[in-house]
């Protein structure tokens, strides 16, 4: 199965603490993202502010040759702003669990949602949107529950799925679960994945997901995003390679380049003990590891570093 990757750099990424790209600095890691061959840029909020709108807006005029996706809440008045922005592709999302019923939208009814779901996918529909439903906080939402809300989105014309593990605390045979047993109530729709890294677990769960039947993955590069972050874009790269299921020869290498673009952008700093951008990744102290590394450098290596763009390096202390 072919397994795509949405990189969420550009919308999740800002909810990192402190991170706040413009439309220059967006553009800038669009292209690098295009490089990386993602298959799809998700990017701003447009109704947040002309700024944001603006961001959008930018990417959709670069010529990129990657479809751009822009979020939206359940509102016409969100749904509108994305369609301003020319962006092929809107992102909407609504949980439907008793969190969500009384917490985030105020004592709506099960009927309320369904009701707000179908009528904003119809409305982007009516506009030449292409559309992805969320439910957010899939993780505490029950599968009758899951059910009524994707069924009410695909009924009313939704393109694609999306389950979001918002609070990061899915494991992986968890995952597999719930996406085996969607996929079996909803087999000609595509399904994509969000999950958020607050047990550590992203990249297990997300891998999991791939081999329940999910087709999308939702990645930003370094991880970024709200709290913990998401999974890694890079490491997902480099995971599929490892798989068979890509081939980072195309690349040229510029694997750890995006790292470091994203990095100083953001000034999100990333952890040293980081797969593939960190900067120990590659590193080797012990002398009986530098010593069988000399002879044959994948004796402690899981990939080719320069695969990745990386440099093998020896520490003294």
Not at 149 to 161: H, L, M
Not at 291 to 296: E, F, G, S, T, V
């Amino acid at each position: 199965m072919s397994v795509k990757i949405i990189d969420a750099t550009l919308r999740e990424g800002c909810q990192c603490p402190g991170v706040d790209f413009n439309a220059a600095q967006s553009l800038e890691i669009a292209r690098m993202l295009a490089a990386l061959q993602v298959d799809m840029i998700e990017c701003g909020h447009p109704l947040k502010s002309a700024v944001e709108a603006e961001r959008v807006r930018t990417l959709v005029n670069a010529g990129l040759n990657v479809p751009i996706l822009a979020h939206s809440r359940a509102k016409q008045e969100d749904i509108a702003a994305v369609a301003g922005t020319g962006a092929e592709w809107i992102g909407i999302f609504l949980g439907i669990n008793h969190t969500t019923r009384t917490a985030r939208l105020r004592d709506c009814t099960v009927d309320d949602i369904l009701r707000y779901i179908r009528d904003s996918v119809t409305y982007a529909k009516s506009l030449g949107l292409k559309v992805r439903y969320t439910v957010e906080d899939g993780c505490r939402t029950s599968m009758h529950d899951l059910q009524k809300a994707y069924s009410a989105a695909v009924d009313a014309g939704a393109d694609r799925i999306c389950f979001a593990d918002t609070l990061g605390v899915m494991e992986p045979h968890e995952m597999g679960h719930v996406v085996r047993t969607v996929k079996s109530l909803f087999p000609e729709t595509d399904m994509e994945i969000h999950v958020h890294d607050d047990r550590g677990l992203a990249m297990a769960v997300s891998l999991a997901a791939m081999d329940a039947g999910a087709n999308w993955i939702s990645t930003s590069v370094n991880g970024i995003g709200e709290r913990c972050g998401i999974t890694d874009t890079l490491s997902m790269l480099a995971n599929l390679h490892h798989r068979r299921q890509r081939d980072l020869r195309e690349l040229g290498g510029t694997l750890v380049e995006a790292s470091r673009l994203v990095e100083e952008l953001s000034g999100a700093a990333v952890d040293p003990r980081r797969p593939i951008g960190g900067r120990n990744a590659f590193a080797h102290k012990a002398r009986l590891h530098q010593l069988a590394i000399q002879r044959d450098p994948n004796a402690y290596n899981w990939i080719d570093p320069s695969l990745v763009g990386a440099e093998l390096t020896m520490v003294d202390n």
